[in-house]
């Protein structure tokens, strides 16, 4: 059922973040900082992406997620269903994203006699701060980046998930455990490499306003960027985030076909 899909998402994504979220804040103070608010933010975000993805395949190929190993759909449709999912998944991520990301590269200290409290003290005081300091499109700082970023870059995800898992299955049959974990994990990093120097701007914008450097737009901080660190910043960080998107999407794939399975 198409809700049972929302669910499964919403769920693989909370396990998913919970083993990728140490290699988000790597660079940081805490393994955890910032925990509880991404775990429930990405997970329900998660939830749209293979809901809307599973529906729009539900809707170009008139097939359920069950009755699509006897019937593949053709990787136009998958691509298709990928990007769907990764636009509408984008718009409802960017105010989590910015918070999170905020909230991540606070790097007052805290807890410490005689140091200044840091910026922010949550994630619903961030939020209001941003809203107060920048209005309400200050909540939507670098969402165009992020929907570049997630459009084609989610097509290309569920391609490489599909294409793999049919490379290493018999026709008709479900994917094995062990093919689905490397699936999903080669799917996270391909589209990690086609996606890190959006998520580079991305960053850079929504840093923007905290520091008070003003971009004009997409363009100009990928030009600024350019003019000031050479090409190699906008893969900066690729390393890291491939080291984490192996992990996270096997186990966010591998628990969302389990669920769906076993839910029939």
Request: charged share 15%; with cysteine.
């Amino acid at each position: 059922m198409p809700a049972e899909e929302f669910v499964a998402g919403w769920i693989s994504g909370a396990l998913g973040l919970v083993l990728g979220h140490p290699f988000d804040t790597v660079k940081l103070l805490g393994f955890f900082k910032g925990m509880s608010f991404p775990i429930a933010s990405i997970a329900v975000v998660n939830s749209v992406l293979f809901g809307v993805y599973s529906n729009a395949l539900l809707a170009l190929t008139a097939t359920s997620h069950q009755e699509r190993r006897a019937q593949p759909p053709s990787y136009t449709h998958v691509f298709i269903a990928g990007c769907t999912g990764g636009f509408l998944q984008a718009y409802c991520l960017a105010p989590f994203d910015l918070i999170k990301v905020r909230l991540q590269n606070q790097t007052e200290p805290r807890a410490k006699p005689g140091s200044p409290p840091p910026r922010y003290r949550g994630p619903v005081h961030c939020a209001a701060s941003i809203f107060q300091a920048e209005g309400p499109r200050g909540l939507f700082r670098g969402a165009w980046a992020l929907t570049l970023r997630d459009t084609p870059t989610l097509g290309i995800y569920f391609v490489t998930y599909e294409w793999l898992c049919r490379q290493f299955t018999p026709d008709g049959q479900t994917p094995s455990s062990g093919t689905v974990l490397v699936a999903g994990g080669f799917a996270g990093i391909t589209s990690w490499v086609a996606a890190t120097p959006l998520d580079v701007i991305k960053s850079r914008m929504q840093m923007a306003g905290l520091k008070q450097r003003a971009y004009r737009g997409l363009l100009d901080c990928m030009v600024s960027s350019a003019r000031q660190e050479g090409l190699g910043v906008f893969f900066r960080g690729l390393t890291i985030n491939s080291a984490r998107a192996f992990p996270v999407n096997a186990v966010t794939f591998l628990s969302y076909e389990h669920l769906l399975l076993s839910w029939g």
